[in-house]
């Protein structure tokens, strides 16, 4: 059985938080304080974060979020004023998976967590992939490279799930923002860029060989290994 996610907003939003009890009953909510720390997760997570917020700039709280041990493996959305490429770059430069132009409501916030699909940890055992040494557990939701877990991100993570279901297919920015379940008017291609970017280097910080491969102009392919 899945767990229901957690869903954090900063600044906590009383109207938000009643429309998304309206639409999925027994969704746990909350609001993040800049001084109070945020409660270990026992489910997926989801942060919410505004562009500006009372104490701090959402930059920075998204930087002590993605830093401290418990909260790190957030899903973390900023929620930008505007269309700004700087404000893009430095959302993901913070440390952001992604982003989305506000005013957040119930319906938007609900369609980001359910494109992730992302589900807890769960006993047994579940469907598998396998691309050499690197395994995927769908069902656990984790990745493992000689048997030792990769820490990665959600967007990272099924980026990789999605490469090894389709091997020797190349995929441009476009497909990949669609195959991630983003809103392509929202997510810059350049960002695609950048989940790569982190992907590789989540992989290889633990030893493993880049197995994608950049085709110039059109996109990204993973080659499939020779039997």
């Given amino acids: 059985m899945s767990t229901m996610p957690v869903i954090l907003l900063a600044p906590g939003n009383p109207t938000l938080t009643h429309q998304l009890a309206a639409l999925r009953p027994g969704l746990d909510v909350r609001a993040v304080e800049a001084a109070r720390p945020v409660e270990r997760l026992t489910g997926p997570g989801f942060a919410f974060i505004d562009w500006l917020l009372p104490e701090l700039s959402g930059l920075e709280l998204c930087r002590q979020l993605r830093e401290a041990e418990h909260t790190r493996g957030l899903h ?15 959302a993901l430069a913070a440390g952001a998976d992604d982003y989305i132009i506000g005013p957040l409501n119930a319906e938007a916030l609900l369609g980001r967590v359910d494109a992730s699909a992302i589900e807890g940890p769960r006993s047994g055992s579940g469907p598998r992939l396998r691309h050499g040494e690197l395994t995927i557990d769908l069902a656990a939701f984790q990745a493992r490279y000689q048997g030792r877990l990769l820490p990665l991100r959600p967007n990272e993570f099924r980026l990789l799930v999605h490469f090894i279901e389709h091997p020797d297919q190349v995929f441009s920015r476009t497909a990949l923002i669609d195959r991630l379940g983003k809103d392509s008017e929202e997510i810059d291609e350049r960002t695609v860029d950048v989940w790569i970017g982190r992907l590789r280097r989540g992989l290889r910080a633990h030893g493993v060989p880049d197995p994608l491969r950049t085709v110039r102009s059109l996109g990204y392919v993973l080659d499939s290994l020779p039997d």
């Fill in 76 to 90: 973390i959305t900023l929620v930008l004023e505007s269309q700004d490429a700087d404000a893009r770059r430095r």
